[in-house]
T-cell receptor, first 112, second 115 residues
Framework: SQKIEQNSEALNIQEGKTATLTCNYT??????LQWYRQDPGRGPVFLLL?????KEKRKERLKVTFDTTLKQSLFHITASQPADSATYLC???????????FGAGTRLFVKA | GAVVSQHPSRVICKSGTSVKIECRSL??????MFWYRQFPKKSLMLMAT?????????EQGVEKDKFLINHASLTLSTLTVTSAHPEDSSFYIC???????????FGPGTRLTVL
């Protein structure tokens, strides 16, 4: 069956450290993968999109990798700050790009 | 750019009434809008895909007569929850995709509580 798996346990890290979140998928062949941030009671906010032919993408303190062999994406936040505390969702395209399927998200807590 | 609004942000209604939620793309034209439902600590569940000028495509298990979707223009889609019941209480989120783009831009969500 098709699955998108993100670590359901919350990730607690100290301010200034690098946070690494994992997204694994099975029985999908996405052309691209996206990461979103969601704060409690709010809609998701788009962060980064990485295509299947890209290994890595960066935006300010964010870095995403995409390994289509491992069927995995890693999302890194360097020099983390308490303001980075949120739930991070990975999402991939399905049905030829007509649908986006979301993982359940990983909650990140950054302690000052 | 790419701002999506949703109205209302919160609504409380009595069982049996209908509730309309609006989703607008403020600074771009969206040929496609999506409606999601989200339960606490769960992922977004796609309810339907709404294309301007045509009927919405509903996901399996979503009652189209219960959740009426109208995509009247390139900047507006509405979701009407008809004859709402307590089990319809949830967080409803819309998103919109600009032309020739892959990314979805989400509205802030609507918290529906049915008493």
């Amino acid at each position: 069956s098709q699955k998108i798996e993100q670590n359901s346990e919350a990730l607690n890290i100290q301010e200034g450290k690098t946070a690494t979140l994992t997204c694994n998928y099975t029985n999908y062949s996405p052309a691209y993968l996206q990461w979103y941030r969601q704060d409690p009671g709010r809609g998701p906010v788009f962060l980064l999109l990485i295509r299947e032919n890209e290994k890595e993408k960066r935006k300010e303190r964010l870095k995403v990798t995409f390994d289509t062999t491992l069927k995995q994406s890693l999302f890194h936040i360097t020099a983390s700050q308490p303001a980075d505390s949120a739930t991070y969702l990975c999402a991939l395209d399905s049905a030829g790009g007509f649908k986006t399927i979301f993982g359940a998200g990983t909650r990140l807590f950054v302690k000052a | 750019g790419a701002v999506v609004s949703q109205h209302p942000s919160r609504v409380i209604c009595k069982s049996g009434t209908s509730v309309k939620i609006e989703c607008r793309s403020l600074d771009f034209q969206a040929t496609t809008m999506f409606w999601y439902r989200q339960f606490p600590k769960k992922s977004l569940m796609l309810m339907a895909t709404s294309n301007e000028g045509s009927k919405a495509t509903y996901e399996q298990g979503v009652e189209k007569d219960k959740f009426l979707i109208n995509h009247a223009s390139l900047t507006l889609s509405t979701l009407t929850v008809t004859s709402a019941h307590p089990e319809d209480s949830s967080f409803y989120i819309c998103s919109a995709t600009p032309r020739e783009a892959d990314t979805q831009y989400f509205g802030p969500g609507t918290r529906l509580t049915v008493l």
